[in-house]
């Protein structure tokens, strides 16, 4: 909330003022003035908040009490590579999987950036 926080301080209130005068109103100046505006914090929010999505350990450690919970309800990615790692001790599976994750992590943030292109707009 801080960082749109501070992308909303980072809009002209010159914009807002200039929209108003040829009278749009608040809807169409959320639409055409601050939504535009905010895409690159949007898109940054969004690429740190599918990574952190892939990182998601600790809830489930907790859940399941370091196991996966029943029949593996909570058995998530990360943890399962915990349980490989540091439980069976096998740290060449484990370091194995991590680097898939950083490759699926990777992918997705690949096709973020791409996907970028279309909809987030850089004042120039």
């Known amino acids: 909330m801080i960082i749109f926080l501070a992308g909303l301080k980072q809009i002209p209130e010159t914009l807002y003022e200039a929209a108003a005068i040829d009278g749009a109103g608040p809807f169409r100046r959320f639409w055409n003035i601050t939504l535009p505006s905010l895409t690159p914090i949007i898109f940054f929010n969004l690429v740190m908040q599918i990574i952190n999505a892939f990182q998601a350990?600790?809830?489930?450690?907790?859940?399941?009490?370091?196991?996966?919970?029943?029949i593996d309800s909570t058995l998530f990615y990360t943890l399962y590579l915990y349980i490989k790692a540091f439980t069976e001790f096998k740290m060449g599976y484990a370091s194995a999987l991590?680097?898939?994750?950083?490759?699926?992590?990777?992918?997705?943030?690949?096709?973020?950036?791409?996907?970028?292109?279309?909809?987030v707009h850089y004042e120039s």
């Open 57 to 70: 350990f600790t809830p489930a450690y907790i859940v399941g009490g370091g196991q996966g919970g029943a």
């Open 98 to 119: 991590a680097w898939v994750l950083l490759v699926i992590c990777g992918v997705f943030t690949w096709l973020l950036f791409l996907s970028s292109r279309k909809w």
